[in-house]
């Protein structure tokens, strides 16, 4: 697994995912005490499974190993069963798809032929890159680290649950940097009201982590999960396309939702948990001063103010002059025969939104002080590629397996065996669902990166439910809920760590098993929840977004 930084009370430091010291106090290897209150059986379960579950995982070889392992295992298959001339028909164009073997001269030729064409095809790679070129101006120049604080800055005691978890959703925009910008805010925002900082820490941290998926905004997340979807998509469809835009329903509905069942479990059950962890002198003594170590400053400055005003006049003309230019029947923005869903503005939506962002950023920076000078802009632009660096390599894998997996008819073959067998068995869509559910669930628990899990699970999953006429919108759909609701109590998780860093930063003694048993009861409502809302969505026949059907 990679090394991450995480930021605690004595400064950055790397955090590997095999490190579960947290503090100079604990032995080396083993994890930190739990506080008082931590010691019932279930607890004592969960963090058995949760042990269990971190030493299986850190077994596992990075994800760029992961998959050029697999490519190898792929190529011992597809040699085995093409050997017994594995086949299957195909329903769609009624022709038998037969599997061809990777360890053969045409396999070889492929590999070697097709390998730079294989990546700079792959779906994903363009539209990450685009959109993040935006980000990263809107990053660097301070933008998101802004409207986080706003978002909390002035919200009265009884809606700051809501406000904060809702503010997680948003955050999301930021990616991983939500973590390192609203955690540590969480806590001093609700401590600014009267409340507990435990309280906001866990409210921030699930906000960001079991809802990662769950967005009002268009997210990073959005572009890598929809390249990978259309990538599974073309096994049965070669001219099917996924927009960043295809859950985009569904996501603003899940995070208001999700924000409202965070607000109910914490208000309704945390709020007893942590009243009735004994005081600590530390906490005493930080709620007397009014601060801790690491306290981040929660109220703007007047030139972050002005550069927020700026920006949303910015965003209100952007959006202006989108829509005013898609009015005339015959615009450029709009598709063939004057269509809004396939008009340009959506299928490139990846370059709207980085325009959208480099533009906010610019114009954010310019009011703030943070952007001086033109050449501020690409250099925070050079800056954010360089943090993607990671994601990069990661794809070159991932790509190179999945051609692989193309190529050798594996996928296509398991994809209508896998049909026939549960129309055989009769399962209906719902039944599939679940079972994606529960096991992309325990796969996360392992497999943190969700770019990686799907590219594993989807030219299975994908195609298999095409042929049971089901869209793959819906299916990544339900890859979301699955990919996000246990990241709040994985220790697989670097992120994890980091939270309970800042946990300690207001009670010393607080360890794995106190911030797991704060996690745990809103990981699990959250599951349940999202899944319903998903089979009430399906139920009912809503587009999950723009032009993509559910049912």
């Not at 955050?171 to 507990?196: E, K, M, N, Q, T």
């Not at 969700?450 to 195609?463: E, K, Q, R, T």
């Amino acid at each position: 697994m990679d090394d991450h930084y995480c930021v605690v009370d004595e400064g950055v430091r790397t955090v590997s995912s095999n490190d579960t010291t947290t503090t100079p106090d604990n032995t080396p290897g083993k994890p930190p005490p739990d506080g008082p209150g931590d010691s019932s059986a279930a607890l004592s379960a969960l963090l058995r499974v949760l042990g269990a579950v971190e030493r299986a995982g850190n077994k596992l070889p990075h994800p760029f190993w992961l998959f050029a392992i697999l490519s190898a295992f792929l190529a011992l298959i597809s040699w085995g069963l093409a050997t017994a001339d594995v086949s299957a028909v195909d329903p769609a164009g009624d022709k038998t798809v037969a599997v061809r073997s990777l360890i053969s001269v045409d396999g070889v030729r492929s590999m070697i032929n097709d390998a730079i064409t294989n990546y700079a095809t792959f779906p994903p790679l363009g539209t990450i890159l685009v959109v993040m070129l935006g980000v990263a101006v809107a990053d660097r120049s301070g933008l998101l680290a802004a409207m986080l604080r706003a978002g909390v800055a002035k919200v009265p005691a009884r809606w700051m649950t809501f406000a904060l978890a809702f503010t997680a959703m948003v955050a999301h925009i930021a990616s991983d940097a939500a973590y390192v910008a609203l955690v540590p805010l969480g806590g001093l925002a609700f401590r600014a009201v009267g409340r507990s900082p435990l309280l906001g820490i866990v409210v921030a941290f699930v906000g960001v982590s079991a809802g990662y998926d769950a967005s009002p905004l268009i997210t990073p997340m959005d572009a890598v999960l929809s390249g990978l979807t259309t990538a599974a998509a073309h096994t049965v469809d070669p001219g099917y396309v996924v927009t960043p835009l295809s859950n985009y329903f569904f996501s603003l509905a899940s995070s208001v939702v999700l924000a409202a069942v965070i607000t109910f479990v914490t208000e309704k059950v945390l709020v007893k948990r942590v009243a009735a962890l004994p005081p600590e002198p530390e906490e005493a003594e930080g709620e007397a001063t009014g601060k801790t170590t690491g306290d981040v400053e929660l109220a703007l400055a007047p030139e972050e103010r002005r550069g927020l005003r700026r920006a949303t006049v910015a965003l209100i003309c952007y959006l202006a002059v989108i829509v005013v230019a898609m009015i005339p029947t015959g615009s450029p923005l709009r598709g063939e025969g004057g269509s809004i869903v396939e008009s340009p503005v959506l299928s490139g939506i990846a370059v709207v939104l980085g325009l959208l962002f480099a533009l906010l950023g610019a114009v954010y920076g310019r009011a703030a002080g943070t952007v001086r000078a033109g050449r501020d802009i690409p250099d925070f632009m050079a800056q954010g590629m360089r943090e993607m660096a990671p994601i990069l390599v990661l794809f070159f894998a991932i790509s190179q397996f999945l051609a692989y997996f193309k190529w050798t008819g594996v996928g296509q073959v398991l994809a209508i065996r896998g049909a026939d067998l549960l129309k055989d068995l009769g399962v209906t869509g719902p039944v599939a669902f679940l079972g994606i559910v529960v096991v992309c669930t325990v796969i996360n628990l392992a497999m943190t990166s969700g770019s990686a899990m799907w590219a594993l699970v989807a030219p299975v999953f994908v195609p298999m439910l095409m042929l049971l006429h089901i869209p793959p919108e819906a299916t990544q759909a339900v890859y979301r809920i699955a990919d996000s609701c246990t990241n709040a109590i994985t220790p697989m998780s670097a992120y994890f760590v980091m939270a309970l860093g800042f946990l300690q930063r207001y009670r010393r003694s607080a360890g794995i098993g106190t911030l797991a048993s704060l996690t745990l009861p809103l990981s699990v409502a959250m599951l349940v929840a999202w899944t319903l809302l998903f089979y009430v969505w399906w139920a009912l026949g809503i587009p999950l977004g723009p032009g993509a059907p559910v049912r």
